[in-house]
């Protein structure tokens, strides 16, 4: 049952289906936690210019993604700049485009089941995919705030972030994504080089809290790099 | 038609000619993009002391520029802290001296035909500016940034920032940066020596994302720099 | 006397205990006070994800901890997400479990008659334990923020923060924590490797003032490093 | 006349002397910009601990001088944290103890006639304080930023910052920077080693236009330095 059936005509409720009031609330609470998310990212600089994207999974059965629009600046969001997409990445009742990086969110919702994916795009991230890019990943070792990711239960974890090239082909791109993660429950994010980071978990919550653990993981090793000729 | 006919006296209403009301209106609405603008700069260490200046197109025909004034906190900025100049720089109807900056300001609009111009002066646009200056410039390319800039639809571009050197000579050095620019399309930004940012748009809206997009990338090239003796 | 009993029902105020109301009253203001600091330190990214936790001395006799739960962000904290626990770590009158690090707020609590502890986990402190682990501890002198410090009146102190390898078994770590600094009332401050800070004060003002002098200095000492080549 | 004066009994007004309701919305005025001031630097994180203190002429004749008392946070200052002291040192009407370092603020009003005087601390003063102590002072040269500090029209200027020896004996150090500064209209501002920046002006909105411009300066100077290597 998609939502566009909701606002058309309130169906008549049956078992465990949302009424058209619950679905409207819960869509409003999901844009809500992306509005304030995205306040937060721009305060940290990490969704400058019109950069970063924001998805959230509104309903499995029909799939649909409530998704930031294309052009949107991420730091002062207001609900009309969303949209829903279905699983082939196209509006739902909306006039607006849903951006083109839309493919890469549903490559991350089709291989590892996210409720939501948040993209942002810091200076550390865009110099760490550049640097590490050539072996294809960056890895992560001994660091306490690791166990913030979920399913880590020690520092002494070894996380693995791929690393793809940047493409604007964003079909064979979300592909790519897609195949790097597809079945493999231990990555939490993946680096775009000189682009940024796609992060995602069970819900929002979960999401921005992965953001905030690797981001900050990011810039401790960017900064041990302009330490380390004094070691 | 200038804004100081509306406020002198309410003309009769001709045509598409905007009323008294309507001149009002889009004049405060532009000074509150560029208090905003301030307010957010300065939370950014953009626009330390007195520096940066903000202006905006506000009639083409007879053409008038709102703009800050001589020696305001861009941070705090009032609406009494801007005035309307001519395209000779003459403040029009204001008590105010425009800033001494205001001559780079319509070297810019003749150039490039900009709606909006902003000067920022941060840290890194600073240090960048005197570490390419002998080079004339700084090539940004392969940055996914660089798509917030008007008209570029690639990371593969190759985007040019002209630097010149500082003078207190605003009549020579506005002459210079028309030249620079004039023709130039492909342009968003230029950097005076040790001074900092000049970049601009259509509107405000385009000429602060511009801003976000530069200072972004110039904040990379610079950390990039740090970490490079230890690659 | 417990707060518990004073929930449950109020008994007849004698002689200097609190009444009821009194002891509520100064649970919300540890609470308050804490809510306040981590937003402060969130700001700072000392506490991203879920990193960091806090607590307060709230009873002495009994001993009762209040501090912050399991799982909570410290940016956007709220009352409920905080618990009091007893002397052996275990939840009063509480749903919630006690993060595992309480182990280390009562050691430290037992070690040095703490009124309040703060754990930060910023980038500084994470790259300095992890840079002077091997040396056991990192010295701070000659520093005016270092009379910041509780007792500390001149800039000619040395400092010593010692440094601990960090662990997932807390029993052990906290134990480790309690010998390190057990009868050294010259210490202000531990860190954990890859890891961050644990500082203390008799109340939380002083505990926050403590990370505040010890976060600057961990940030100078750091920058000092990136400096350091060109000397 | 001294605000005590006015305090204890109303006098009737006489010549150009203000009312007692002047003096008071004066004094009010004077410690609100400064309780905004210390909100600001602490964002900044150039007053952290208790770190920094600040100053404004109240009266010249007799000299009254509005000042922080010891030991107050500085970004989260309240009225009752401000005292009056006279041209020794001693507090007006208050029971407040006046900072040990007052002495260096008569210090530099008797030097220079400064109307305010604004102490900051932060990482990048006290990093390069240090670096350039052995040479006595640091210079500034070729900056547009310079033209924000009083008196100075061009980048062109060679702006010296004398840096002294930090001290616990605020008597001796406070005759040292009168001595420095005395008769020297060209200096804005003076380097504790290791301690921070004192920097001063007319009136408190020109000692806060000076702080952001000096920080802004010693930061980029401070980053050049990590850059270098790479050159």
Not at 36 to 63: C, D, H, I
Not at 156 to 169: A, G, T, V
Request: hydrophobic share 40%; aromatic share 8%.
């Amino acid at each position: 049952m998609s939502l566009s059936m909701y606002i058309s005509a309130a169906p008549a409720q049956a078992g465990g289906a949302p009424s058209l009031e619950q679905a409207k609330d819960e869509y409003n609470r999901l844009i809500g936690q992306m509005i304030a998310a995205g306040e937060m990212f721009y305060r940290q600089n990490w969704v400058l210019g019109t950069s970063g994207n924001f998805s959230a999974v509104f309903s499995r059965k029909p799939f649909e993604l409530a998704i930031t629009g294309s052009g949107a600046h991420k730091g002062t969001l207001t609900p009309d700049q969303f949209l829903r997409v279905n699983d082939q990445g196209q509006p739902i009742d909306s006039p607006h485009q849903p951006s083109a990086e839309t493919a890469i969110h549903l490559a991350i919702c089709a291989a590892c089941d996210a409720g939501a994916i948040l993209h942002t795009h810091s200076v550390w991230s865009t110099l760490l995919s550049d640097m590490y890019g050539a072996s294809g990943g960056l890895e992560l070792n001994g660091y306490e705030m690791l166990k913030g990711l979920s399913g880590v239960t020690t520092h002494l974890r070894n996380e693995w972030i791929p690393i793809l090239e940047n493409s604007q082909d964003y079909s064979r791109l979300s592909r790519e994504v897609f195949h790097t993660i597809k079945g493999k429950r231990e990555v939490h994010g993946i680096l775009l080089r000189r682009h940024g980071l796609y992060t995602w978990g069970r819900d929002l919550e979960e999401a921005q809290r992965h953001v905030e653990v690797l981001e900050f993981l990011f810039e401790v090793i960017g900064r041990q790099h302009c330490m380390a000729a004094t070691l």
